[in-house]
């Protein structure tokens, strides 16, 4: 989703690999405020002319739209898949103006890890099958996963991680408070990926539940917080011009559209900077903070001489690279 075709004054921002200073309230405002505004527009669309109740709903809200701070993930799923769904289309526009509303009534709630894995909605079933499907297309693994209520354990855990990371990395914690809308747990095959999050869920940070260990959760937070600002990053500008062409990727075996090596490029120093910042507690902890630090090294190096070699970029993406190499 491109979201503009103009330079605005966020362009310094975007050219650059820190956590953003304010935290990406302006990215996640762009984003949120196209994504909310085409749900609406899809929605008005979908009820007229046959519930003007419906139209009368979404026409009050359409000027408190022009500028939003936040969306939902299930507003997101609505946009990229439900409101094309013809079996569920009308019942996921009628949550979807419910949502708006409830946007334009205020700021979001906080984040609440304490999901509940009973009957989970669509949009969390779909982004399960699909992180599913990812790693059987290209890892080769055959995962399970579904949704869980997380135990006392692991709500401690993500709370002591969330503290450490406000308290050792303040700017990537005003990401994570700002960008994670909600964590959902799961459970299943546990040789497949440790956490995710989806475009088409954008907001949602899937982690396994048996992940109990705050230093654990601290990267996976620091992990998928990074995703969800660089697809809110490359939604103003789309850094590669040939992102979808495929080359070797950092964390994988096989080669990955270039746009998601960038993503696993940047994800990978973001971790190597988060490992040397965090305080272990004990001495095993400092052993695995120094392997990891220096697997994500690794990774950071493989990631940056690819799109080195492949990379072809737009006048904001050459500036994001040139910082991003300033990280090995």
Known sequence: MTLRPAATPLDGDLGRRIPPPDGGRAFLRLYSTALNQRVAGTCAALFHPVDRQQVTRIEALLPALTDTGWTTPELAHAHFVGLADE???HATAQRAVAQLEQIVAGPPPPLDPSTSGDNPPPWV???LAGFVDDQRRNDGLAVELEAVTPAAATLEAVGNALTHLAGTWPEMSRVTETLVR????TTGSAHGSASATLTQTYGAVFIR??????VVLYELLVHEATHLELIAR???DKLLTNGSLRAPSPFRSVARPLTRVLHATLVAARLAEAMRRYHPATAQ?????????SRFAEDLAVG?????EHGRW???GHEFFTDLRAAL
């Open 285 to 293: 902890e400092r052993d695995l903070l120094r392997q990891r630090a």
């Open 87 to 89: 079996r569920r289309r």
């Open 314 to 316: 737009t006048t904001i």
């Open 125 to 127: 079933e779909y982004a």
């Open 234 to 236: 490359m939604a103003l």
């Open 182 to 185: 909600e964590i959902r747990w």
């Open 304 to 308: 940056l001489a690819t799109l080195a």
């Open 209 to 214: 539940a048996d992940l109990a260990r705050p």
